[in-house]
């Protein structure tokens, strides 16, 4: 079994920085893919930003240039910088990870519990 735990969230005024991160644990073989989700209300959860073991970078067109991600393969952490907040980028955010467990020849994803994220204007 595999848990995610993020940590970071909060109020913060438009144009503000906050920074996410979440760790991994557990019966962890290797992870694949880290990525952050959003979801505001009313609306389906989207992918924020995704980073490989690698360290190949996506970012969904609205955060690009705001948000970083990045990861600590070792501790199997990620992390997302979020720079010049909007009132839009409010959303609970959730930390999502596609992870080989010992023992196991597939990956599966585990989601975080999400943190709370809001921006006022």
């Known amino acids: 079994q595999v848990q995610l735990v993020e940590s970071g969230g909060g109020l913060v005024q438009t144009g503000g920085s906050l920074r996410l991160s979440c760790a991994a644990s557990?019966?962890?073989?290797?992870?694949?893919?880290m990525g952050w989700y959003r979801q505001a209300p009313g609306k389906q959860r989207e992918l924020v930003a995704s980073?490989?073991?690698?360290?190949?970078?996506h970012y969904t067109d609205s955060v690009k240039g705001r948000f970083t991600i990045s990861r600590d393969n070792a501790k199997n952490t990620v992390s997302l910088q979020m720079n010049s907040l909007k009132p839009e980028d409010t959303a609970v955010y959730y930390c999502?990870?596609?992870?080989?467990?010992?023992?196991?020849?597939?990956?599966?994803?585990?989601w975080g519990q999400g943190t709370q994220v809001t921006v006022s204007s």
């Open positions: 557990g019966s962890i073989f290797s992870i694949n893919a």
């Open positions: 999502n990870a596609i992870v080989r467990e010992l023992g196991y020849s597939g990956d599966y994803e585990y």
């Open positions: 980073i490989t073991s690698g360290g190949s970078t």
